[in-house]
């Protein structure tokens, strides 16, 4: 299975802040990578697929990038209501496989 | 948007098996692939395992190899999984979704193992 380890663990930050998070493959998946926001007791939401195309309904100060083996979403201008934990997942191979996960917290 | 209702909790003893369930409404469960992912308690996203339904392919994390199964009921445009030989390590709440990019989600299913 391909391994996806993201960075950093966790991540504090200010409202207003932009902030990064970035996700590495163990071997390349063209840009079948998707991002998802999860808060306490729901479900997952998807944010970002295929790297960097943005899901209908989300705010525009989320954004994805990268190909191959790197990855990055980005978080322009923090609203309160973005701190969650954050998941990259690559969906390349027929066996699919989350990061670790991005903790992002009220500094 | 497709709704994905998941069944009811389970509690389970070690040893057993359980099986969830995952309908679909507004939409047809088979229009894309469904994964099934879990959530041990306060930890992160684990990949079980999807199905292809158009040609009912499937394919599992190597983890969970020979101990899971998943299954499409077209007719009742449902969903399933089914995972065996269960451990207290199992305990967590089970996800069914849609779509490689999954922008569908059931709820969640607790499932609890414990003697």
């Known amino acids: 299975d391909i391994q996806m380890t993201q960075s950093p663990s966790t991540l504090s930050a200010s409202v207003g802040d932009r902030v990064t998070i970035t996700c590495r493959a163990s071997?390349?998946?063209?840009?079948?990578l998707a991002w998802y926001q999860q808060k306490p007791g729901k479900a997952p939401n998807l944010l970002i697929y295929?790297?960097?195309s943005l899901e209908s309904g989300v705010p525009s100060r989320f954004s994805g990038n990268g190909f191959g083996t790197e990855f990055t979403l980005t978080i322009d201008s923090l609203q309160p209501d973005d701190f969650a934990t954050y998941y990259c997942?690559?969906?390349?191979?027929?066996?699919?496989?989350f990061g670790q996960g991005t903790k992002l917290d009220i500094k | 948007q497709v709704q994905l209702v998941q069944s009811g909790a389970e509690v389970k003893k070690p040893g057993s098996s359980v099986r969830v369930s995952c309908k679909a409404s507004?939409?047809?469960?088979?229009?894309?692939?469904v994964c099934w992912v879990r959530q041990a308690p306060g930890q992160g996203l684990e990949w079980m395992g999807r199905?292809?339904?158009?040609?009912?392919?499937?394919s599992y994390a190597q983890k969970f190899q020979g101990r899971v199964t998943i299954t499409l009921d077209k007719s009742t445009n449902t969903a399933y999984l089914e995972l065996n030989s269960l451990t207290p390590e199992d305990t967590a709440v089970y996800y069914c979704?849609?779509?490689?990019?999954?922008?569908?989600w059931g709820q969640g299913t607790l499932v609890t193992v414990t003697s």
């Open positions: 071997q390349r998946i063209s840009y079948w």
């Open positions: 979704a849609k779509g490689s990019e999954a922008k569908d």
């Open positions: 199905i292809i339904p158009l040609v009912d392919i499937t």
């Open positions: 295929k790297a960097s």
């Open positions: 997942q690559q969906y390349s191979d027929k066996s699919y496989t």
């Open positions: 507004g939409g047809t469960i088979n229009s894309s692939t």
